[in-house]
């Protein structure tokens, strides 16, 4: 099958309704017929863990077998990723990839025990989430600006959280030191929550997070948001103002997708991706995971490939300009 015909099979099976879609790849031949491994290369409770979580229990239900969510930490989710690159290419090992461990780390590490691009089989994009800037919901700092003016009162007593280094939370707070003029200092974590956990308790003054993995502790009252890192007030965030109206030019966002090892068949892909778009069209999942601040996008495996490339070339430039290791 040629890849346009592929790319068309891939749209039509989109626009079919799930009980339709499943029964015709249970012919050729069945799929799936035991549980599924997703795997996630987080720790519970982030923005990549709870979009699974979601998707999971929708797969589950469609297509009457355990897709069930393994989470890899480890490694800025190399760990995850080389399981599931070189897990056997038949559809019961899925990845949900991420920013970080699928584009960022290509410009981070120059060797990896896996190809980013030729190790795995796009399913689908299936959300962009915006990044927010956080400090502790008892600080002083009420606004983008206020905080600048502390940290370039105080050079280097300023101390920002990150998912991990070289993560899309750690990135995006390189941009904001190079952009702002500010000397703060990195402090690596496991992971988004654990991250706003030491935030909560004062360790460290500000963070850059998913709005998912913030969204318990924003309206516990326990984070206080200083501004949105998307270039545009997102919909479901547009109480708060952008990073860039005290920054001008600033721009960052996360983003998920699911992919499969390399070499999966093309109708298990197809499958996979014809059933995720269903389950992110139903109403009350796009409400959920807007509710949490994630636009849903849903494209297909082809278009999945492009952006995961074009995501590639941009971090690695911004990396190399920074001068970002995993050291850092």
Do not use: C
């Not at 709870?50 to 069930?68: H, I, M, N, W």
């Amino acid at each position: 099958m040629s890849d346009s015909n592929r790319r068309t099979l891939v749209r039509s099976l989109a626009a079919l309704p799930l009980a339709g879609v499943l029964p015709a790849f249970a012919q050729a031949p069945a799929y799936p017929t035991k549980a599924v491994r997703f795997v996630v290369p987080y720790p519970p409770g982030g923005a990549s863990d709870v979009t699974a979580r979601l998707l999971a229990d929708k797969l589950s239900e469609a297509y009457g077998q355990p897709f069930l969510v393994d989470n890899k930490p480890g490694a800025n989710g190399i760990v995850a990723l080389d399981l599931v690159a070189k897990s056997p290419a038949d559809g019961y090992t899925i990845l949900m990839g991420n920013v970080g461990p699928n584009a960022i780390n290509a410009g981070l590490y120059p060797k990896m025990p896996f190809d980013p691009i030729k190790s795995f089989a796009p399913v689908t994009l299936t959300t962009t989430v915006p990044i927010v800037l956080l400090v502790n919901a008892s600080s002083p700092w009420r606004t983008t600006q206020e905080l600048i003016a502390h940290a370039k009162a105080n050079p280097k007593a300023v101390k920002f959280a990150s998912g991990g280094p070289g993560s899309a939370t750690h990135l995006t707070a390189e941009l904001f030191k190079d952009m702002a003029g500010i000397d703060i200092v990195h402090v690596p974590y496991k992971g988004d929550v654990p991250a706003m956990t030491d935030l909560i308790g004062g360790h460290v003054t500000m963070t850059f997070a998913t709005s998912i993995a913030a969204t318990a502790n924003i309206a516990g009252g326990r984070l206080r948001v200083l501004g949105t890192a998307s270039r545009t007030r997102p919909k479901s965030l547009a109480q708060y103002p952008t990073v860039a109206e005290a920054v001008p030019g600033f721009e960052s966002t996360s983003w998920g997708g699911v992919l499969a090892p390399a070499g999966t068949p093309a109708p298990i892909v197809a499958s996979l991706h014809a059933a995720i778009s269903k389950i992110l069209a139903v109403p009350d999942v796009r409400d959920r995971l807007g509710k949490l601040g994630a636009d849903v996008v849903a494209g297909g495996p082809a278009e999945f490939s492009d952006y995961l490339q074009a995501e590639i070339v941009k971090w690695t430039k911004v990396i190399k300009a920074a001068g970002v290791t995993v050291e850092s």
